[in-house]
């Protein structure tokens, strides 16, 4: 519809997975499955202690974040919505931003920032509101900026 877009989603960049105890996560997702946990952050701002989990190699990699809450009574409730959000690889994150918001899709509060993985990030918001009637549409949405190898790759 859009043929200006001045960016270009390239890829999966993570699926984040909440729950009440990663350690649940983990039996399934490491121990069963065999993803290697390739770091750990937490975060008291974003009520985070997860698991950065790995399927595939390089610029190919995809994260598998395994998240709990570092206070079940808190927001945000990273536990809350099984599958958390999904991340996706932008070539162009400032561009992006820009031109998205000028269409009236709605970012969640923050800004660009940088995120658990360190490459700079935001977030789209799950629910529209008058001002900005196009969002996730129940499901959260990071945009992920993707490093000059990423962009070699899939670019």
């Given at each position: ?17 909440g ?13 069963m ?27 190919y ?94 670019g």
């Open positions: 519809m859009k043929k200006n877009r001045p960016f270009k989603v390239l890829g999966i960049q993570q699926i984040a997975i729950g009440p105890d990663k350690k649940r996560l983990q039996a399934l997702w490491v121990d499955l065999g993803l290697e946990i390739t770091g750990t952050f937490q975060s008291e701002r974003e009520n985070v202690d997860e698991d950065i989990c790995a399927i595939g190699q390089g610029p990699k995809v994260e598998v974040d395994l998240m709990q809450p570092i206070d079940p009574e808190k927001k945000p409730a990273v536990h809350a919505t099984p599958l958390n959000h999904v991340g996706l690889w932008i070539d162009d994150l400032p561009k992006a931003v820009e031109w998205l918001t000028a269409q009236g899709v709605r970012f969640a509060p923050g800004g660009i920032r940088k995120g658990a993985a360190g490459y700079d990030i935001t977030f789209l918001h799950p629910k529209a509101n008058e001002a900005f009637p196009i969002a996730g549409e129940g499901v959260l949405i990071e945009l992920v900026q993707a490093p000059p190898q990423v962009i070699a790759a899939l």
